[in-house]
């Protein structure tokens, strides 16, 4: 019998390692995405020539920028606790593409290799930035979020779980209002509970609509144990340990209290909010759970 259970944990064993490796495989060795050739002044890439070069909307831009990513930079450094050292910081770029962008994104973060230096390169979608003329700073900051990570990570940031790196993203932009004020009042006019939105952190696809949740998970961190434990949370995270556990240690909390508190506190601040959307107009009635509150 003793035989027969050592074999079952080896092969066990066995096949956890192979996971291992081929996820790791999957991770390392996939196509680096294509070199870029950029003129970077600043931190900023000024070689954009396409449509929108000759538009005062997008050289107001551009000359904003520099001082914005100094301040963005500066703020998530602060927030999260990591710090880079000045040459880390210089490789962290901005550009800019003509390219209309997935739907609802004005930019996207990616590690790529720059006059043949790695880099972490937030790239802002022109369209969406120049029609929607919404504030870049915080985008800016959630996006630097990403890329101060991935930067202190390498390409360990591939193994994070998405609504850990999102959760943290967005807690860091200090976004979760702004969320909340675009997800919640969209659920309601739609005809649908904005509950749904708290439909667990690891379910997939992970989509925008996934990010209020995400965050939430923060604030709850901060309000119970504050700002300098969610910190902590975040550098262990840089260095590779389990969140579970971190998050455990810093509540002392099981991981099964902690996701049954994080629901109440979610639940509450999602009530609170749709009934305050929904004050104006009868869409409460529809959903009694959103009621009383
Ligand atoms: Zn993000």
Not at 201 to 225: I, K, N
Not at 240 to 258: C, D, F, K, M, Y
Request: charged fraction near 25%; aromatic fraction near 6%; include cysteine.
């Amino acid at each position: 019998m003793a035989g027969r259970s050592i074999r079952r944990t080896i092969g066990i064993l066995a096949l956890g390692t192979l996971v291992a490796v081929v996820e790791w495989a999957v991770i390392v060795l996939r196509p680096a995405k294509p070199a870029l050739a950029l003129q970077v002044v600043e931190g900023v890439d000024r070689s954009y020539r396409g449509r929108f070069a000759g538009e005062l909307a997008f050289q107001t831009v551009l000359a904003q920028m520099p001082e914005q990513r100094r301040r963005a930079l500066a703020f998530v450094e602060r927030r999260t606790g990591l710090r880079l050292v000045a040459t880390d910081r210089e490789r962290i770029l901005i550009r800019f593409t003509e390219d209309a962008g997935p739907e609802q994104t004005l930019a996207v973060t990616e590690t790529r290799s720059v006059n043949g230096r790695r880099c972490q390169v937030v790239t802002f979608y022109l369209p969406p930035l120049l029609r929607e003329q919404l504030p870049v700073e915080p985008t800016l900051r959630h996006e630097l979020a990403h890329a101060v990570m991935r930067q202190r990570m390498g390409f360990r940031y591939g193994y994070v779980p998405v609504w850990l790196r999102e959760g943290i993203a967005v807690w860091t932009a200090e976004q979760i209002e702004d969320k909340a004020a675009l997800l919640i009042p969209a659920r309601l006019a739609a005809g649908q509970d904005p509950l749904m939105l708290l439909n667990g952190l690891d379910t997939l696809p992970h989509t925008l609509d996934d990010l209020l949740e995400d965050a939430l998970l923060f604030q709850y961190l901060e309000q119970r144990c504050g700002a300098p434990c969610v910190q902590r949370v975040i550098q262990d995270v840089v260095h590779g340990r389990s969140p579970r556990r971190l998050i455990e240690h810093a509540t002392g909390l099981s991981w099964r209290e902690v996701n049954a508190q994080v629901r109440a506190f979610s639940l509450d601040y999602i009530r609170a909010r749709s009934t305050m959307g929904a004050q104006h107009s009868q869409v409460s009635d529809t959903f009694p759970a959103l009621k009383g509150v």
